[in-house]
């Protein structure tokens, strides 16, 4: 069995886990929503930087820009300007991580958008509402439901993405148990780590189920 | 003063010119009714009225304030947009489709616009609101969601809808043509005592029973022009021109 050591030691990874799911989750629907703007901006400039956005963050690896951030900006900052500047590990992490997430959440928002029919957009316009006021009251608000699915996706795929920050120095969940197991030979540490990520993406799941639920309750029909 | 004034409209989508030059007026309190076959330019006369489209030629004129003035699809004089955003919400208008929001209960979808674009009360609005439900009776339905309702009664909700921002002219866009047939004759009744009231309306239909008995002019529009106008007796059951009547024979 597990020690009190291994055990707190095995939440604190835990912990880095989560902290950093939430993050780029929270900060990444914040930003998508941006960014999927300005995909569906008429304004060319808007566009081509949403578009360019997303192209690189979902064309190049997570592992890649994580490291871009950690190693490669301190070392071009050092270059520059002869100083040296380094990064949290954890603050590197939140960064990437947000970064990556906005660019595939920006493509789930643009195509809920999209999704809804124009009517609305055009019933609201028609009753003298801005495009702005028509987007918050009218259209963002109906893709909530339809976004729940792709989101909690998403939010998983970052959970367990989370093992990525092993590579700069962040002791996460897996690094944890790995460390564990390669010091004394035992494999059951394994175990426990796929049991708190299931753990932790049950939640995840059953959360978002009841959310995708409450929020249909306007397209229910019949009595 | 006309209440609407269309002089020279054009109006194209690429290449395919849907308007070719209409020319209309019309006056407080007329209810005119608009038919003719799909694709002959109707719904999209009415939807350039409010700027759902935006005209490609032409001037357009809302209670004889300049509202658009285009030439080749660009803009011959600069119209302050809030001036004509004002203008639009004097036109209501009600879809086919009905176009309910729905993730808003009955009543929200009653006073949502005049609460966010005119900043009424909350208060005051849902008594007026209440009020317009009772007049095309709905009042029981004030919590339900647009998808517990029949088609009837959501477009009679989306009338209600556009009259709680306090319109001088109603449009309507085929407001029966997604309707089963059963339910046609309830949206056309609310409809009826609107006229009776008083309102101005712009009527695309293809109840042409309908616009006999309501319509102070009926036009019959045709390849992107108007073609035939008049009172329902000289368009509906004496047509002149060879189009309406041979229009008129299909439908009827």
Same mark, same amino acid.
């Given at each position: 069995?597990?020690?009190?050591?291994?055990?707190?030691?095995?939440?604190?990874?835990?912990?880095?886990?989560?902290?950093?799911?939430?993050?780029?989750?929270?900060?990444?629907?914040?930003?998508?929503?941006?960014?999927?703007?300005?995909?569906?901006?008429?304004?060319?400039?808007?566009?081509?930087?949403?578009?360019?956005?997303?192209?690189?963050?979902?064309?190049?690896?997570?592992?890649?820009?994580?490291?871009?951030?950690?190693?490669?900006?301190?070392?071009?900052?050092?270059?520059?300007?002869?100083?040296?500047?380094?990064? &949290?590990?954890?603050?590197?992490?939140?960064?990437?991580? !947000? =970064?990556? $997430? @906005?660019?595939? %959440?920006?493509?789930?928002? +643009?195509?809920?958008?999209?999704?809804?029919?124009?009517?609305?957009?055009?019933?609201?316009?028609?009753?003298?509402?801005?495009?702005?006021?028509?987007?918050?009251?009218?259209?963002?608000?109906?893709?909530?439901?339809?976004?729940?699915?792709?989101?909690? &996706?998403?939010?998983?795929?970052?959970?367990?993405?989370? !093992? =990525?920050? $092993? @590579?700069?120095? %962040?002791?996460?969940?897996? +690094?944890?148990?790995?460390?564990?197991?390669?010091?004394?030979?035992?494999?059951?540490?394994?175990?426990?780590?796929?049991?708190?990520?299931?753990?932790?993406?049950?939640?995840?799941?059953?959360?978002?189920?009841?959310?995708?639920?409450?929020?249909?309750?306007?397209?229910?029909?019949?009595? | 003063?006309?209440?609407?004034?269309?002089?020279?409209?054009?109006?194209?989508?690429?290449?395919?010119?849907?308007?070719?030059?209409?020319?209309?007026?019309?006056?407080?309190?007329?209810?005119?009714?608009?038919?003719?076959?799909?694709?002959?330019?109707?719904?999209?006369?009415?939807?350039?009225?409010?700027?759902?489209?935006?005209?490609?030629?032409?001037?357009?004129?809302?209670?004889?304030?300049?509202?658009?003035?285009?030439?080749?699809?660009?803009?011959?004089?600069?119209?302050?947009?809030?001036?004509?955003?004002?203008?639009?919400?004097?036109?209501?208008?009600?879809?086919?489709?009905?176009?309910?929001?729905?993730?808003?209960?009955?009543?929200?979808?009653?006073?949502?616009?005049?609460?966010?674009?005119?900043?009424?009360?909350?208060?005051?609005?849902?008594?007026?609101?209440?009020?317009?439900?009772?007049?095309?009776?709905?009042?029981?339905?004030?919590?339900?969601?647009?998808?517990?309702?029949?088609?009837?009664?959501?477009?009679?909700?989306?009338?209600?809808?556009?009259?709680?921002?306090?319109?001088?002219?109603?449009?309507?866009?085929?407001?029966?043509?997604?309707?089963?047939?059963?339910?046609?004759?309830?949206?056309?009744?609310?409809?009826?005592?609107?006229?009776?009231?008083?309102?101005?309306?712009?009527?695309?239909?293809?109840?042409?029973?309908?616009?006999?008995?309501?319509?102070?002019?009926?036009?019959?529009?045709?390849?992107?022009?108007?073609?035939?106008?008049?009172?329902?007796?000289?368009?509906?059951?004496?047509?002149?021109?060879?189009?309406?009547?041979?229009?008129?024979?299909?439908?009827?």
């Amino acid at each position: 069995m597990l020690n009190q050591t291994q055990l707190w030691a095995i939440f604190d990874g835990t912990v880095v886990t989560v902290e950093i799911a939430i993050v780029a989750i929270i900060l990444g629907a914040f930003f998508g929503v941006i960014v999927a703007l300005g995909r569906l901006s008429k304004n060319k400039v808007a566009n081509a930087v949403s578009w360019f956005y997303i192209w690189f963050f979902r064309g190049t690896p997570l592992l890649l820009q994580l490291f871009i951030i950690y190693f490669a900006i301190p070392i071009i900052y050092l270059d520059s300007t002869g100083m040296t500047f380094n990064i &949290n590990p954890m603050v590197g992490a939140f960064i990437a991580f !947000s =970064l990556n $997430s @906005t660019a595939y %959440l920006a493509e789930i928002i +643009r195509a809920a958008i999209e999704s809804i029919d124009s009517g609305q957009m055009e019933a609201a316009k028609a009753l003298g509402m801005s495009y702005r006021q028509a987007m918050t009251k009218i259209v963002i608000p109906q893709t909530f439901k339809r976004l729940v699915a792709p989101v909690g &996706n998403e939010f998983i795929m970052l959970l367990k993405d989370t !093992s =990525l920050v $092993s @590579t700069i120095a %962040l002791f996460d969940l897996l +690094r944890t148990v790995k460390t564990m197991a390669s010091s004394d030979g035992n494999w059951i540490y394994y175990v426990y780590a796929a049991a708190i990520y299931l753990f932790l993406t049950t939640i995840i799941q059953v959360a978002f189920d009841k959310i995708e639920k409450k929020l249909g309750v306007y397209e229910r029909q019949g009595n | 003063m006309s209440m609407v004034k269309l002089v020279n409209v054009r109006k194209s989508f690429g290449n395919l010119e849907v308007l070719k030059g209409v020319d209309l007026e019309i006056q407080p309190g007329e209810v005119v009714c608009i038919i003719g076959a799909s694709g002959s330019g109707k719904s999209t006369m009415l939807r350039c009225l409010n700027h759902l489209e935006r005209i490609t030629d032409g001037e357009i004129y809302i209670e004889g304030e300049l509202a658009d003035k285009r030439e080749n699809n660009k803009d011959l004089m600069k119209i302050d947009p809030v001036k004509v955003q004002t203008l639009c919400t004097d036109l209501g208008m009600v879809f086919q489709n009905f176009n309910l929001f729905p993730h808003l209960s009955v009543i929200d979808n009653v006073t949502i616009a005049p609460i966010i674009v005119k900043k009424a009360d909350k208060n005051e609005i849902e008594k007026i609101a209440l009020d317009l439900l009772k007049e095309v009776g709905l009042s029981d339905k004030k919590d339900e969601y647009p998808s517990r309702l029949s088609g009837g009664q959501q477009q009679r909700v989306a009338i209600a809808r556009a009259l709680a921002m306090d319109p001088k002219i109603m449009m309507f866009d085929e407001p029966t043509s997604a309707l089963d047939p059963e339910l046609v004759g309830e949206v056309l009744g609310t409809m009826r005592h609107l006229a009776e009231k008083g309102m101005t309306m712009i009527i695309v239909t293809h109840e042409i029973g309908f616009a006999r008995e309501v319509a102070d002019r009926v036009i019959f529009m045709d390849q992107g022009v108007i073609c035939e106008q008049g009172t329902p007796e000289d368009v509906i059951l004496n047509p002149k021109e060879e189009r309406t009547k041979s229009f008129l024979n299909k439908i009827l």
